[in-house]
């Protein structure tokens, strides 16, 4: 009587740890799944990131002139020397679309 309860309590604790096994061990795989596409996403940005990152460098790498000062406060800022005259030139664009 004793052996055939232990016997019962040792096939249902195995039982219980083949199913406990069995779903730690398909759960495992799905986070995994879900950690590996995490790690595919960041490494695609991380690539995107680089890419701006050379981008920037390059702009940074060519602000070093002097003549490239210049031109960019030209374009952006419309500044000028001194004894220069700017001509600047404005259009409505709204005249242009209206059908009238």
Known sequence: MIARLF??????CSLFFLFYTVYIGISGYF?????????IDKQQYLMILKTKHDHVKKKVAALEHDDAWERLSRETLKMVRQGETA?????NH????DDK
Not at 7 to 12: F, I, K, Q, S
Not at 87 to 91: D, K, Q, S, T
Request: positive net charge.
């Open 31 to 39: 986070r995994y799944n879900k950690f590996y596409g995490e790690l």
């Open 87 to 91: 001509h600047v030139f404005y259009h």
């Open 94 to 97: 709204r005249e242009m679309t």
């Open 7 to 12: 016997l019962n309590t040792v096939w249902v």
